[in-house]
């Protein structure tokens, strides 16, 4: 199981530093939530978590920086009705075109994770808590 | 063994992070030793390990910043007697009350673990030698 | 599997930080191919790939820093004929010696690895894609 979570963020990650936001929220499931601390509203459902990032992937190409997430530290409890709970740490990096390297932000991730079968088989986040340190 | 390993360390390194010196020291034996290459003398038995942790919070909290510990690069090795010696890298980020992340320490981590039985089942740190580069 | 692929990037890794040129080429095939973003041509074989390991090292220490990688991420897939094709992200931290550290480089990789017999057993790199971010 600790394969498949961490195998789960690293998939789910990437195709955020790629710039493939629906590809990113089709990791979510249709009703998600995402609560994240520096933002006022949570993110409901597929359209808003495909907007996040894309507004997210213009934030680091205005900066002239590409962003790249690490997440690790995983905390793994199952949950009735075949449920993860998840609690993660993900550091964000930010690179300029120079090459200059520095830690963008420092966040804690809590997940619920469901199990999906079908064409989406595997695990989606429903509901997601970042709290970016500092915030 | 595997995720055995890496979620004790994502659950006892958050115990630092979250201040819960107590908690944090409960996740070594009794009679551990926990040497650091920035201190003089190693830590020995709980007591000196939950008022190193306090210390160490006390130090964030002086600062201004939240301390946040990321573990990984386990390297796991069986040893005779039921005992892990687990080596791992450890970073240790910092953010002020802005916003503003950095790299606060790099540390090479080497542990001798143990499986306890009864009401702390599960792994305990016996010994561990932490070196911070640089220092 | 999981345990299999983030034990060797942890093994492989540190034989870099500490040093270990040549232990570090050992964990390539004998025609292994190390394409690099930062270097026109790639490194072929084990005689090149120790000197980039000892470019690495004098590179660190003429910079007055210890280097150190820390390795996530990981994408396993299993390929026809026993390989696996890893994705991961490397992250380059580097300390001075008066203990400030920052981070060095963002990379993401992509390796095609086999399983050697023999003395050798385990897995070895035989085709390795560095991307380093902003270069």
Redesign the interface.
Known sequence: ???EV??F???Q??RLDEGDAEGWAATFTDDAVCRISTRPEPLRGRAALTEGARAATAAGAAAGE?R?????????EERPGGLLRV???T?V?A????????????C?CTDILVRAAGPRRGLLVRDRRID????
């Open positions: 199981m600790y394969a961490a195998g963020y690293a998939r990650m990437r590409q790249r997430h690490m997440t690790g530290m995983f905390d793994i609690r993660a740490n550091i990096y690179t300029d075109a120079r090459g200059r390297s520095r830690v963008h932000q420092v804690t970016v340190d500092g915030a």
